[in-house]
T-cell receptor
Framework: GNSVTQMEGPVTLSEEAFLTINCTYT??????LFWYVQYPGEGLQLLLK?????DKGSNKGFEATYRKETTSFHLEKGSVQVSDSAVYFC?????????????FGKGTLLTVNP | DTAVSQTPKYLVTQMGNDKSIKCEQN?????MYWYKQDSKKFLKIMFS???????INETVPNRFSPKSPDKAHLNLHINSLELGDSAVYFC??????????FGPGTRLLVL
């Protein structure tokens, strides 16, 4: 079946450091790809998405490019802030019957220190 | 205005009890979901409904019964609660592609 593998954390960075969180996927067909963020004690928020190869999703300074040739969707940010501390989930969307469903990676905890 | 809301936010109960979690979305989406997040933060889909019809049931024990009275609501009823049911349950809605809006979660603790 389809799966998502993302780098294990925790990741600890200093403020203004460069962030990369790796994500690779296994899928039949061409899924849509997503990054979600979960702040402590809260639900999931959609951070960005890409629906086809070579698409770049971006939001709040975060970017990720859908790379079909390497089956990857790595999350990057040029300069992290303390407020970016959260758990980040990579996910793909696949069909389940007539619906779509999300398959998630295990999440990467990011801590940004001042 | 909250897009996807869930009640209650916290639920503490004894083993063997029956409990329900309610979810409502005001986005006009056709599709709603229940996801379970375990203690290691791993998220897995449980159910998906499309316009009140059950579409996805991911090998969830039949003690869990979702009900969708209309396309804006998807409730989750759990019978005979077990310790292993302790988790955070998220409701979500979407319009295509599977990605969408998540509720704030219901933190269930079974004692």
């Amino acid at each position: 079946g389809n799966s998502v593998t993302q780098m294990e954390g925790p990741v600890t960075l200093s403020e203004e450091a460069f962030l990369t969180i790796n994500c690779t996927y296994t899928a039949t067909g061409y899924p849509s790809l997503f990054w979600y963020v979960q702040y402590p004690g809260e639900g999931l928020q959609l951070l960005l998405k890409a629906t086809k190869a070579d698409d770049k999703g971006s939001n709040k300074g975060f970017e990720a490019t859908y790379r079909k040739e390497t089956t990857s969707f790595h999350l990057e940010k040029g300069s992290v802030q303390v407020s970016d501390s959260a758990v980040y989930f990579c996910a793909l969307s696949e069909r389940g019957g007539s619906n779509y469903k999300l398959t998630f990676g295990k999440g990467t905890l990011l801590t940004v220190n001042p | 205005d909250t897009a996807v809301s869930q009640t209650p936010k916290y639920l503490v109960t004894q083993m063997g009890n029956d409990k329900s979690i309610k979810c409502e979305q005001n986005l006009g989406h056709d599709t709603m979901y229940w996801y379970k997040q375990d203690s290691k933060k791993f998220l897995k889909i449980m159910f998906s409904y499309n316009n009140k019809e059950l579409i996805i049931n991911e090998t969830v024990p039949n003690r869990f019964s979702p009900k969708s009275p209309d396309k804006a609501h998807l409730n989750l009823h759990i019978n005979s609660l077990e310790l292993g049911d302790s988790a955070v349950y998220f409701c979500a809605s979407s319009q295509g592609y599977g990605g969408g809006y998540f509720g704030p979660g219901t933190r269930l603790l079974v004692l």
